[in-house]
């Protein structure tokens, strides 16, 4: 690796061909999320080749991060879940959903759980984290399944 290289991927994940904006630096290279959470390179093409079967869903997840929030709560998140459901993937439409959370409460020493609901629909930043993180998640869990484990492989008898 010379220098100019270096320079030139300063700015896109150090493996080839990834199309993620890179976060984590591994010795002298950065990496993007789930390149980072595979240790062996080998498997790297895996995790590249799925995140660019979904360079439609990473564009997606950018242009909605510059989205005006009234814009998003007006009509673009009803435009955001048409367009997931039109690649096969109405599980990533914006959503609302409950989150607890436990916390503790100072005044009365007590350890409580807090609920609320986390509405999609009206933060285009809620959506553009969890579904970013699916992303990575089946990213990384394609790359772990092509990798497969000996012993897994023989516990099983045959592969999907
Ligand atoms: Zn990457």
Redesign the pocket.
């Known amino acids: 690796m010379s220098e100019q290289q270096s320079a030139a991927n300063a700015f896109a ?1 150090y ?1 080839v061909g ?1 199309p ?1 904006w ?1 976060v984590h630096k591994r010795g002298a290279h950065w ?2 999320v ?2 980072a959470a595979i240790d062996d390179p080998h498997a790297w093409p895996q ?2 080749t799925h ?1 660019r079967a979904h360079s439609w869903l990473i564009k997606a997840l950018a242009r909605a991060q510059h989205i005006d929030p009234h814009e998003w709560a007006g009509g673009a998140s009803v435009d955001a879940a048409a367009f997931v459901s039109r690649h096969g993937r109405p599980d990533l439409a914006p959503k609302r959903y409950p989150a607890t959370r436990a916390i503790h409460d100072r005044l009365t020493g007590q350890d409580v759980t807090q609920s609320r609901t986390l509405d999609e629909t009206a933060s285009a930043a809620l959506w553009v984290s969890r579904v970013r993180s699916a992303l990575y998640d089946e990213a990384i869990k394609a790359a772990i399944a092509k990798a497969g484990r000996p012993a897994e492989d023989a516990a099983q008898g045959c592969r999907a």
Do not use: E
Request: proline letters at 17%.
């Open positions: 994940c493996a990834c993620c890179p990496l993007c789930p390149h995790v590249t995140l």
